[in-house]
């Protein structure tokens, strides 16, 4: 079982051009759009999060459940759902704007165990910035990388949502001795303002950069790096490509049955080649449509 923990909410997509151009909600959120594609892929996998009771909220659990996703775990609250308002420029890459005050998501409180047979918790986001959810979700993570549990991190970061930089940078250095895998975009990297060794060194046995249609590249302990190339697509928006990425990876180690904290840094040229080419196919796919879609298994032949 691998558990996504973090926000769901609903991001509201132009469907035009200018300021006015008419919105259209479809389901997201870093760690909602990671559980889905997990789901899609085959994974069994289990979601951890609070959603608001509200018609939106109940959309984003059918979502989950479409896809074979456990959300038994997952909290209510009377609270509206988180809002994302999205922009898209003219090569499809999104950014967003957000409405989150005295949301469900925002009041997340640990769970005092895992699901059972739980091998890896994903964390990352919105979730991991805003109070007093953060705070939360901050403590299951040491709690379960203290347990021997397979951790992975995507920061994903959104400025417009971190008032001080400087603290957040620090609290996510304070994160990495709780990390298995760190996933992170070359943009969020340059942002954090750190190296993948300095970043390895803290904890994580491998690092994983994503550099948009140009590819991905890991990074391990001893100094190896693996690149693959980008998969060429005609790219509709960019919008839980990311989020794709992070399924596959988890999809891909669990196949190798490499979910422990010190595998990723076993797997030799080979194998590292074959789990970031499975993430570009993957997530080239969402690319070449409109919103967060990731692939299902039988679309890379897995299935």
């Known amino acids: 079982m691998i558990v996504v923990a973090g926000e769901a909410l609903i991001d509201l997509v132009p469907q035009g051009t200018g300021a006015l151009a008419q919105l259209k909600p479809a389901l997201g959120g870093g760690p909602y759009n990671t559980a889905l594609a997990l789901g899609r892929l085959g994974s069994p996998t289990a979601f951890c999060s609070r959603t608001s009771s509200d018609a939106f909220g109940q959309a984003l659990l059918d979502g989950l459940r479409g ?48 699901p059972e047979g739980t091998r890896a918790v994903s964390f990352g986001t919105c979730s991991l910035v805003l109070e007093p959810g953060a705070s939360a979700y901050e403590e299951l993570l ?23 930089p400087a603290a957040y940078r620090a609290r996510f250095k304070s994160w990495l001795p709780s990390v298995s895998l760190l ?36 990074f391990t302990r001893d100094g190896a790096e693996h690149s693959v190339p980008g998969v060429p697509v005609d790219v509709v928006d960019t919008i839980g490509a990311g989020d794709t990425v992070n399924a596959a990876l988890l999809h891909g180690l669990a196949a190798r049955d490499a979910l422990s904290p010190e595998a990723p840094a076993a797997l030799d040229a080979e194998g590292w ?31």
């Open 67 to 114: 896809a074979g996703v456990d959300v038994s775990a997952v909290q209510r609250g009377s609270e509206p759902t988180t809002l994302a308002v999205a922009t898209i420029d003219e090569s499809g890459s999104a950014a967003y704007s957000f409405y989150v005050q005295g949301t469900a998501d925002r009041l997340f409180t640990a769970p005092a165990a895992l």
């Open 183 to 218: 996933k992170l975009s070359e943009e969020d990297a340059a942002w954090l303002g750190g190296t993948p060794r300095e970043w390895l060194d803290a904890g994580p046995a491998a690092v994983v950069i994503t550099r948009g249609g140009d590819g991905l590249t890991a």
């Open 142 to 164: 040491h709690r379960a990388a203290a347990e021997g549990v397979f951790t992975a991190l995507d920061p994903n970061i959104r400025t417009g949502l971190i008032p001080d």
């Open 273 to 303: 080649t074959e789990l970031l080419s499975l993430a570009a196919r993957a997530a080239a796919i969402t690319c070449s449509r409109a919103g967060a879609e990731p692939p299902y298994a039988s679309e890379l032949s897995l299935s």
